[in-house]
């Protein structure tokens, strides 16, 4: 079982290039998030879809765009890179259909990004 | 707002020694859940433990207890008889519930390191 699958694991930018990280789940799972982790922050939500169609920003959005294509892929674009973007990014999903507080988030093998 | 926190950047354990990693939270909602990953140097996310703020007992997985004191608003994850492969970063995470369904987002703590010595 492929779980969450991120696409690439590693990038390297020139401060300016655009980018998009690639994300899709084979598990059915309503929600889909995208996280990015740094030293001493811990993880930090920048955007999530709580389902097909909808996308809600989280803690951490500037400088992101992302796009819900269809219930699998949830793609996160860096527009115009800066280094202050470089950051290990991480893709999860969850199963939102039964409401309950206690759905975990299954997560990808993250992308490590360097903008110079 | 919710809020996690994390206050030990770093811990040492020796093998086969409990271990006892702090998670304070910050809530205003009634409802909401709380959970612990592992990060080894691998990279991946590994869920271990869930505690919802209604339930009655403290969640335990194998090796892992969860130590929720709800007044206190706490939730120390708890690794009996270490081994050296529990040597990883550990997240604290909580959900606040929305009855209306609108949000289910999970907020991160900023890691405890653990190393486990033989």
């Known amino acids: 079982n492929a779980g969450v699958t991120q696409t690439p694991k590693f990038q390297v930018l020139k401060t300016g290039q655009s980018m998009t990280l690639q994300c899709a789940q084979d598990m059915n799972h309503n929600s889909m998030y995208w996280y990015r982790q740094d030293p001493g922050m811990g993880l930090r939500l920048i955007y999530y879809s709580a389902s097909e169609g909808t996308t809600d920003k989280g803690e951490v959005p500037n400088g992101y765009n992302v796009s819900r294509l269809n219930k699998r892929e949830f793609s996160l674009r860096l527009e115009s890179a800066a280094p202050s973007q470089t950051s290990v990014y991480f893709c999860?999903?969850?199963?939102?259909?039964?409401?309950?507080?206690?759905?975990?988030?299954?997560f990808g093998s993250g992308t490590q990004l360097s903008v110079l | 707002a919710q809020k996690i926190t994390q206050t030990q950047p770093g811990m040492f354990v020796q093998e086969k020694e409990a271990v006892t990693l702090d998670c304070t939270y910050d809530?205003?909602?009634?409802?909401?859940?709380l959970f612990w990953y592992k990060q080894p140097s691998s990279g991946e996310m590994i869920f271990l433990i869930y505690?919802?703020?209604?339930?009655?007992q403290n969640a335990t997985e194998g090796r892992y207890s969860l130590n929720f004191q709800k007044a206190r608003k706490s939730a120390n994850l708890v690794i009996s008889a270490s081994q050296l492969g529990d040597s990883a970063m550990y997240f604290c995470a909580m959900r606040e519930f929305n009855y209306g369904g609108a949000t289910n987002k999970l907020i991160f703590g900023t890691g405890t390191l653990l190393a486990v010595q033989p």
């Open positions: 999860a999903s969850s199963d939102s259909s039964s409401g309950t507080q206690g759905e975990k988030l299954f």
């Open positions: 505690q919802g703020s209604y339930d009655q």
């Open positions: 809530t205003s909602d009634p409802s909401y859940g």
